[in-house]
Structure formats: structure tokens, C-alpha cells
């Protein structure tokens, strides 16, 4: 039985994806960072097998972009600062 990778790829598709994410919360909020939208591109894919959760400590710019994939299995969850 071959093992499931458990790490994602960066391809173009991703970054692609992320930066539609960004520009469509880009016209609610003028400060989303670009990592946040290549962690909520990743999760989106990870989200078409089974639940995600995000873990942070700044979860506002998490949640708008989560919100923007209509999934409903991805979570954002704050923990305290790191």
C-alpha cells in the first residue's frame, strides 16, 4: 500500500489560486498577506478529501479568505500568540 503524502506542492495552479483569494479580499480589506492566501489555497485543496483546520494567532484575514472558498470544512481556529 503506497503512503499518503502528507506535505503539499507549490505549483502554479496554487499560487494562481491564492492570489484570486487575495484579490477578491483585497476589495474588503487593503492589507491581506500573501501567505495567508497561499495557506487558505492550500487548504482548499486538502478540503476536497476531508476537514481542515488553520491554526493561528492573527485568525481575521484567515477567515475572510476561508470565506471567500465557500467551503464548508475548513476552520479557523485562534490559539494563543506563538
Request: no cysteine; glycine share 4%.
Amino acid at each position: 500500500m503506497e503512503s499518503e503524502r502528507h506535505w503539499l506542492s507549490a505549483d502554479e495552479a496554487s499560487y494562481r489560486r491564492a492570489a484570486e483569494l487575495r484579490t477578491l479580499a483585497l476589495k474588503a480589506d487593503d492589507d491581506i498577506a500573501v501567505t495567508d492566501a497561499v495557506v487558505v489555497a492550500h487548504a482548499e485543496v486538502l478540503s476536497e478529501r476531508r476537514g481542515v483546520s488553520i491554526l493561528t494567532s492573527d485568525p481575521g484575514d484567515l477567515n475572510l479568505l476561508v470565506h471567500l472558498t465557500n467551503r464548508r470544512n475548513i476552520s479557523v481556529i485562534q490559539i494563543d500568540g506563538v
